[in-house]
């Protein structure tokens, strides 16, 4: 099971949306399920994605090999990537992070056009929490 806020997602969506008929490529990162207000049901060691680094959309490394260079790699458990033509499946050009989270048009919260995958590509169930982080705290979680 992969768990990720609904904030979270909701902005990942957003800037899939804005950065149309361009994709979007960022790195995500979790935060553990007892550091959350809203997540008590989780274990508190479950990792609960819960934030993302600003793409950079004028890096063409980052866009031709889909390596963020500028977010070391131990603050990413994850990877947003945006295919605005394309399928709902992780592609050869995306980057295999441990999950990897896609979007496609019409960038809705929906089954269709938003999921969770394994580094293989295989679809892996996604649970949207309504948690958020304690005020102030996120700077604290390391």
Request: hydrophobic share 45%; no cysteine.
């Amino acid at each position: 099971m992969v768990y990720a806020t609904r904030a979270l997602i909701e902005v990942l969506l957003e800037l899939a949306s804005n950065a149309d008929p361009n994709p979007v490529r960022t790195g995500v990162s979790v935060t553990p399920a007892g550091r959350l207000e809203g997540a008590a049901e989780l274990p508190p060691e479950a990792p609960v994605f819960t934030d993302f680094f600003l793409p950079d959309p004028g890096n063409a490394v980052n866009a031709v090999f889909g390596v963020d260079l500028s977010t070391p790699a131990r603050q990413a458990q994850g990877q947003f990537v945006s295919h605005p033509v394309g399928e709902l499946e992780v592609t050869k050009r995306d980057d295999l992070a441990e999950v990897v989270f896609v979007a496609v048009p019409p960038w809705t919260l929906e089954e269709a056009s938003f999921a969770a995958f394994d580094r293989v590509g295989d679809r892996q169930p996604l649970e949207i929490l309504d948690a958020r982080a304690p005020e102030g705290s996120l700077r604290d979680r390391e």
